[in-house]
């Protein structure tokens, strides 16, 4: 099992910064790739972006890239996501999660995803 907490959401002005940080721990040794995905009020879970923290390599969706970077910090067993330039298409439950399997590749599919924290909620307010 691995266990995810996310962490760092809040309100912010449209146009701020704002890092969310996602702490694993369990069995990390057996998992490559790491993930995040937002959940607005009433919609289906969609990715954000993803990391396999072996390698570095990243999978960022669309809409974000440009504005949001998926890092590790791989001492402190952590996940970042880094949102800049916060926009009204951005509030929504932020979670992270893991992949189950050392040789399982980038997804942006939900349903790849095993392992989930409870969430930290962003929102976007003028």
């Known amino acids: 099992q691995v266990h995810l907490v996310e962490s760092g959401g809040g309100t912010v002005q449209p146009g701020a910064s704002l890092r969310l940080s996602c702490a694993v721990s369990g069995r990390t040794t057996t998992t490559s790739v790491w993930g995040w995905f937002r959940q607005a009020p009433g919609k289906e879970r969609t990715f954000v972006g993803a990391i396999n923290w072996r390698t570095d390599d990243t999978l960022i969706a669309d809409s974000v890239k440009g504005r949001f970077i998926v890092s590790t910090d791989d001492a402190k067993h952590t996940m970042y996501l880094q949102m800049n330039n916060l926009e009204p298409g951005d509030p929504a439950v932020y979670h992270c999660?893991?992949?189950?399997?050392?040789?399982?590749?980038?997804?942006?599919?939900?349903?790849?995803?095993?392992?989930w924290g409870q969430g930290t909620p962003v929102t976007v307010s003028s």
């Open positions: 999660g893991a992949r189950p399997n050392l040789r399982d590749p980038l997804s942006s599919q939900v349903e790849e995803y095993t392992d």
